[in-house]
């Protein structure tokens, strides 16, 4: 029994680990946002990551190519929703609001994930889902207002949140995509190949845009984004999955706006305010409550 808890225990560091991870990687998103351009460190970050894995899965991936080939597209959408809109959108958003702002939102995940859930897995939410989303909406809303619903009518000044807002969006499709779907392809082999198709899709943007040169002010950023949050903190997720379960899993991604908030105060000096206090707690008040008897989509997801 007492070997029991201590694996269950040594289980829960695992989702623990991947969303600091991963409130990491949102504060040196804001970080490196002056010293390199979105589609720049979005490339080099899954370059690099293209780059790791390939002595390990070139060989795998061509063992299972006829199930590769299979479920191609479905790949290159999750591809484009999971590592580029996613992604894009946050390393954009950086540049015009705070990593704490990105945290909060970003934990809006659930919420999106339930009303998506409805239009493409037909899943009628149930009333905790209801009143929680509403709940959540207006928390993001207050936040984003900076507590005066009177600032949301200032233009230009929440681009940034707006931004976010939609990054998030497009990562619950792609939490919904991998449950309707749910592909027979070992996690390591999709993670790769989606890789390969973010790759794809960056070489417009590189060709028309260029790539900014890596130096010595922003190559720790690539480095960290390319190796942490795009391959280690996935695969811990996965293990947790494995281990504890997808929907006890995704509970933990409601740390990510507290320990964003902690490594943006300390590290970037950004200060947490009572209007993050007052709609953070609504924010996830709403989504512990949204999550009360239903099902969560993202738990299998892997994260950006």
């Known amino acids: 029994m007492a070997l029991q808890n201590k694996t269950v225990w ?3 560091g695992l989702p623990l680990l991947a969303v600091l991870i991963w409130s990491m990687n949102i504060a040196v998103t804001r970080y490196v946002a002056d010293y390199i351009s979105p589609v ?3 490339f080099y970050r899954w370059l690099l990551a293209f780059i790791l894995l390939t002595p390990f899965m070139a060989t ?3 063992r299972e190519r006829a199930l590769v080939l299979q479920n191609w597209k479905k790949l290159a959408v999750l591809g484009a929703f999971g590592m580029v ?3 894009g959108l946050g390393y954009s958003a950086a540049h015009y609001t705070t990593a704490t702002n990105m945290g909060i939102i970003n934990a809006f995940i659930p919420i999106f994930t339930i009303f998506v859930s409805i239009v493409i897995l037909k899943d009628i939410p149930n009333r905790f889902a209801v009143i929680g989303s509403i709940l959540s909406f207006l928390g993001l809303l207050y936040v984003m207002a900076q507590g005066s619903l ?3 009518m200032q233009s230009g ?3 940034g949140d707006v931004m976010m807002v939609l990054a998030v969006f497009f990562y619950a499709f792609y939490g919904v995509f991998l449950k309707k779907w749910q592909l027979k392809i070992p996690l390591l082999i999709s993670l790769y190949v989606q890789i390969i198709f973010a790759l794809l899709y960056h070489l417009p943007f590189v060709l028309w845009l260029g790539l900014d040169a890596i130096d010595q002010h922003n190559v720790g950023s690539v480095l960290y984004a390319g190796i942490f949050p795009s391959l280690i903190a996935p695969l811990l997720w996965m293990l947790a999955v494995q281990m ?3 929907n006890r899993t995704s509970i933990f991604m409601n740390l990510m706006p507290v320990f964003t908030a902690i490594i943006a105060n300390i590290w970037l000096a950004e200060a ?3 209007y993050h206090s007052i709609g953070g707690m609504v924010i996830l008040l709403g989504i512990v409550l949204a999550q009360k008897k239903t099902v969560a989509a993202t738990g299998l997801s892997l994260k950006g």
């Open 85 to 87: 809109l996613y992604q």
């Open 244 to 246: 504890l379960g997808p």
């Open 157 to 159: 000044g929440h681009l």
């Open 40 to 42: 720049s460190i979005s």
């Open 150 to 152: 009177s600032n949301l």
């Open 60 to 62: 795998r991936v061509w």
């Open 272 to 274: 947490w305010t009572i």
């Open 10 to 12: 040594w289980a829960i």
